[in-house]
């Protein structure tokens, strides 16, 4: 079965405004946690393509390093459309199944990607990873690949559990510690670093809030 991650990426600039902290420490904050999925993505053997949907270069120069495809997001409107832009790829090469991830999740281990995926139940199948806060999405597994739109930043978890069901019965919810703590405000960070689950990640990042 040919299973790819899908990342839609914001402009480095433009994301975690609810962080409180410079322009230059968000962008380093950014690349540390994008560089870190994009790594454990890569060598997850369940994983077969990582698609990185954005307009950030040095985004699309992360991904090159990951032997990642990159698919431009001009417009950047939203996540939903960043992913529609992902599927009509994958469609298009054969993919059997994608999981969507944030870009903010740097604690993901490879046996959180395994975790999920072995409640996967072909032919049609979708499961829901929440956030710790159950306010949004922080993994989505769709088999087939166009099973259902997406239907981020509008209390998604909710929504997509609901919106799985009326495509299929097989519909799971799955808690995965690590892949459920995001970034999304300053108690989040303090929360992550906390758990301290990857110690050279939070270093780097505990080095980053320390800077000018």
């Known amino acids: 079965m040919k299973i790819a991650a899908i990342i839609p990426v914001k402009t480095f600039s433009q994301a975690k405004t609810r962080l409180n902290l410079s322009d230059s420490q968000k962008e380093e904050l950014c690349k540390i946690m994008l560089e870190e999925i994009l790594h454990t993505l890569s060598i997850s053997p369940q994983i077969e393509k990582i698609i990185v949907v ?5 985004a699309i120069d992360m991904a090159k390093k990951f032997n990642a495809i990159s698919i431009i997001d001009d417009e950047e409107k939203s996540v939903n459309g960043a992913v529609a832009l992902a599927d009509k790829y994958l469609l298009e090469n054969g993919f059997d199944a994608s999981i969507v991830f944030p870009q903010d999740i740097p604690f993901i281990k490879t046996q959180d990607i395994d975790f999920i995926l072995n409640y996967k139940i072909p032919p049609n199948f979708a499961i829901v990873v929440p956030s710790r806060r159950f306010d949004g999405t922080n993994a989505l597994v769709r088999m087939p690949v166009n099973l259902m739109k997406t239907h981020y930043d509008e209390d998604s978890y909710k929504i997509h559990m609901n919106t799985a069901k009326v495509h299929t019965r097989n519909v799971a919810l799955v808690f995965s510690k690590r ?4 970034v999304d405000n300053i108690e989040d960070l303090e929360f992550l670093l906390e758990q ?9 990042i505990k080095s980053v809030l320390e800077s000018n």
Do not use: A, G, L
């Not at 954005?54 to 040095?58: D, V």
């Not at 301290?196 to 780097?204: A, R, S, Y």
């Open 179 to 182: 892949i459920m703590w995001d």
């Open 196 to 204: 301290n689950e990857k110690p050279h990640i939070t270093q780097k």
């Open 54 to 58: 954005t307009k950030e270069k040095s």
